[in-house]
């Protein structure tokens, strides 16, 4: 990455906070915790890289989405690392009527593509059934199927191009 591209990672785990804020010395590097429900505290179009884990645990994502692009610079790029389930799996049905945007990586990147967000990349990291752990509320049963991917996500810059 140029030497003038700030990027941004968040979490809501103080010792990740301290452990990367020490790692990255790197002026334009910031890793702190900020409520992902909320307005994000950046200006438009001021963000060169988001970075997320799991994004699908906050309450608002069709809105954190929304203000990920809006602070994204054109050109920006936004990379996530997520759960998606089969849609054959009860767990798919169940968040296609909640009208939650990942309850497939297709329907989470019609999504994006919506906010000016085109997909760069995706790559599988791993399949699986079932629950991680017992207490996760999803998937909904053990015979339904997940996929952890990461997503590369780049904004439109002002001439349409990604």
């Not at 990672?9 to 910031?30: L, Q, R, V």
């Not at 009208?99 to 497939?104: G, K, P, Q, R």
Request: hydrophobic share 35%; glycine share 6%.
């Amino acid at each position: 990455m140029p030497k003038d591209t700030v990027v941004i990672s968040t979490d809501a785990c103080t010792s990740c906070i301290n452990g990367y804020s020490e790692f990255y010395k790197d002026k334009n590097y910031c890793y702190f915790d900020v409520d992902l429900d909320k307005s994000l505290p950046f200006h438009d179009s001021s963000i060169d890289v988001f970075t997320g884990v799991l994004l699908c645990n906050v309450s608002n994502y069709r809105g954190l989405l929304s203000e990920i692009a809006r602070c994204l610079k054109p050109g920006g790029r936004a990379v996530y690392h997520e759960i998606f389930f089969s849609p054959e799996s009860e767990t798919y049905k169940y968040l296609v009527k909640e009208n939650a945007v990942y309850a497939s990586s297709e329907v989470y990147v019609e999504f994006c593509k919506s906010m000016g967000l085109d997909l760069a990349a995706m790559e599988i990291c791993e399949t699986s059934f079932g629950k991680l752990d017992p207490e996760d509320g999803l998937p909904l049963s053990e015979s339904d199927e997940w996929y952890r991917k990461n997503i590369y996500l780049q904004k439109k810059r002002a001439d349409g191009i990604s």
